[in-house]
């Protein structure tokens, strides 16, 4: 199985149709589903649908994007036109959206053959994809282990090759944790610079959408036809995109010495020594291919996983408000209004959804507001202060992805506390409004991928993408593939 590049390849060469590469996508997602459960619904006939129309532009002698006939998974909670549209709870399982996402319609223009939706925790809220209400995904490198989450199964599909590349959206580490997990590439995005237009949304003010593939150029593809500006989502930036390919080299650019800043912090206890020497020896490895490295502080780190538990849950208690029963969705009828609220919600909601709405709203309510959803926003502040301050000594900030490999199934689904710990690395960079990628960068002694973390200032996804794929092309770990 290939890279978007050689797809494109065999496309335009005619050595393999569209139709005939989707129809071989669609019977890998057939042999590997029964063990993996990565998708939470399928759409074969849309994808040889959208097959057919690209290979008859090859037929007529047209120019076809790089994206032009490339199968592709989408993460079930991206609206999709006349597709159930789940977002991995009971209570959207009967909704099939009247509208398209910004996201899926931009990738349709540009070619994208949707094989199918995948697998999430409800609402994205978790780190394992075991909180969806439909099933759990294993782990395509072991499958009594967890692909991460919330986007475990855009994750686990692209590991497995059941797709070449997926959305997914990361809150507070849901793209990059479960790329880590599953030893693919996954990026979070600049606030702002995707269009959330169609994304079901969790917590507003951290919510991206970005791409998980394979390889650092199959995601600067897909960021490439998704990013820039959309009128239908106040929050998206108006900013000229760049084009991404150019920062792909083989080397990193030695006129302007790239200054990578290892964050101190993160190598504390908690950190699994296997990942620490991983992390470390890919720093050494980024010396060696040019890099000036800097140890930086950014003290304000630790406070990122209760400041973000705080906010997030306090949004999702004011998002999730609409689910209730009238507008669309599940409703259970019940004597009266009220009760048929509290019965609609009781069975549509899982138990992680119900405890994030109960801490958002007492959070939120009057008398704890000030001591904690807006201490929380001032903590949000100084956090974005630390980084702030490492963008002014180096380009790029380093660290592990998640603190551990990918953990047993069941392990911490009792111990909602422990679960949370997975995404002390990622949830500084979302209350930041940061772009981050998950590139792999090794294996433990069980074989497990580990994740390498790279961050960047506001919109510098450019040299995210030089330095990663810098480094990718002098380390062959992409090049592994789960035995299935
Ligand atoms: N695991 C985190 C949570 O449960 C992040 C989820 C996400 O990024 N969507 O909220």
Known sequence: MSSIRELHKQLTSKERSAAEITQAYLESIQAFEPKLHSFISLTEDKALEQAKQIDAKIAAGEDIGLLAGIPTALKDNLCTKGIITTCGSKVLGNFTPPYESTVTQRLAEAGAVFVGKTNLDEFAMGSSTENSAYQVTANPWDLEKVPGGSSGGSAAAVAAQQCVAALGSDTGGSIRQPASFCGVVGLKPTYGLVSRYGLVAYASSLDQIGPLS???????????????????????????????????????????????????????????????????????????????????????????????????????????????????????????????????????????????????????????????????????????????KAFGQVDVLVCPTSPTTA??????????????????????????????????????????????????????????????????????????????
Request: contains cysteine; proline residues 5%; glycine residues 8%.
């Open 407 to 484: 953990f047993k199934m069941g392990e911490k689904v009792n111990d909602p506390l422990s679960m949370y710990l997975s995404d002390l690395m990622t949830i500084p960079v979302n209350l930041a409004g940061l772009p981050a990628i998950s590139l792999p960068c090794g294996f433990d002694e069980a074989g497990l991928p580990i994740g390498l973390q790279l961050i960047g200032n506001v919109l510098r996804e450019d040299l995210l993408f030089e330095v990663a794929y810098a480094y990718e092309q002098a380390t062959d770990w992409h090049e592994r593939k789960p035995k299935l």
């Open 214 to 388: 394979c390889t650092v150029e199959d995601a600067a593809i897909l960021l490439q036809a998704i990013a820039g500006h959309d009128p239908q989502d106040s929050t998206s930036l108006k900013v000229d995109i760049p084009n991404y390919a150019k920062a792909l080299r083989p080397t990193l650019d030695r006129r302007n010495r790239r200054r990578i800043g290892v964050i101190q912090e993160t190598f504390g206890s908690g950190l699994e020594p296997v990942v620490e020497s991983a992390v470390k020896q890919a720093i050494e490895q980024l010396q060696e291919l040019g890099a000036e490295i800097q140890v930086i502080s950014c003290p304000q780190f630790r406070y990122g996983l209760p400041t973000y538990y705080i906010i997030a849950p306090s949004e999702a208690s004011s998002n999730l408000a609409r689910y209730d029963g009238v507008k669309y969705g599940l409703r259970r009828d019940h004597t009266d209004l009220m009760s048929m609220y509290a019965k609609t919600r009781a069975e549509g909601f899982g138990m992680e959804v119900k405890r994030r709405i109960m801490i958002g709203s007492y959070a939120l309510s009057a008398g704890y507001y000030d001591a904690y959803y807006l201490k929380a926003q001032k903590v949000r502040t100084l956090i974005k202060q630390d980084f702030e």
